[in-house]
T-cell receptor
Framework: AQKVTQAQTEISVVEKEDVTLDCVYETRDTTYYLFWYKQPPSGELVFLIRRNSFDEQNEISGRYSWNFQKSTSSFNFTITASQVVDSAVYFCALSVANYGQNFVFGPGTRLSVLP | EAGVAQSPRYKIIEKRQSVAFWCNPISGHATLYWYQQILGQGPKLLIQFQNNGVVDDSQLPKDRFSAERLKGVDSTLKIQPAKLEDSAVYLC???????????FGPGTRLTVT
């Protein structure tokens, strides 16, 4: 069975600080996909990134970056120079490639960026 | 491009009543998902459709929940009879196929009293 762990329940930082959100996943499948979603106070989940298990290249998009390490089964998310608008709940998710996959979300990390 | 549409946005019912939610996915998306998100938790997958066929409904409480996706486009999720513990936000999402990212609708907040 698949599982996603986000050990940090809540994080508070001051604006302009860097912050890293941790994600650890478990799966026996060799082909799988990892995702990060943002859920702002408005409630609608917003897709941020998708990574497949064969692509361990780190990704940078503006102030966001992702570090995928298969050796530690981790897919961490870093926000550089955080802003108040980054305040949200962030979810890491996992799906496997076989037909009938079960898309699993982690419990989420609530990030509060204080002015 | 229009996003995933859901209605109603809010619903309050008494326990033992029935309720139905509607979802219209992004045009061309073959895969449709229904999730239940209880306050403070991550979304939990209830059912997943590929076109109009069910791919995964292992976590759907089938004694009271049902869902259908007629013609492989719109979908409805029904709860009958509702229980207090069904109070949650019900999210609909769609994706091109099983491997691609999902796009979520605004959700329906259900309160069962």
């Amino acid at each position: 069975a698949q599982k996603v762990t986000q050990a940090q329940t809540e994080i508070s930082v001051v604006e302009k600080e860097d912050v890293t959100l941790d994600c650890v996943y478990e799966t026996r499948d060799t082909t799988y996909y990892l995702f990060w979603y943002k859920q702002p106070p408005s409630g609608e989940l917003v897709f941020l990134i998708r990574r497949n298990s064969f692509d361990e290249q780190n990704e940078i998009s503006g102030r966001y970056s992702w570090n995928f390490q298969k050796s530690t089964s981790s897919f961490n998310f870093t926000i550089t120079a955080s802003q108040v608008v980054d305040s949200a709940v962030y979810f890491c998710a996992l799906s496997v490639a076989n037909y009938g996959q079960n898309f699993v979300f982690g419990p989420g990390t609530r990030l509060s960026v204080l002015p | 491009e229009a996003g995933v549409a859901q209605s109603p946005r809010y619903k309050i019912i008494e326990k033992r009543q029935s309720v139905a939610f509607w979802c219209n996915p992004i045009s061309g998306h073959a895969t449709l998902y229904w999730y239940q998100q209880i306050l403070g938790q991550g979304p939990k997958l209830l059912i997943q459709f590929q076109n109009n066929g069910v791919v995964d409904d292992s976590q759907l409480p089938k004694d009271r929940f049902s869902a259908e996706r007629l013609k492989g486009v719109d979908s409805t999720l029904k709860i009958q009879p509702a229980k207090l513990e069904d109070s949650a936000v019900y999210l609909c999402a769609s994706s091109l196929d099983l491997r691609h990212e999902q796009y979520f609708g605004p959700g329906t907040r259900l309160t069962v009293t």
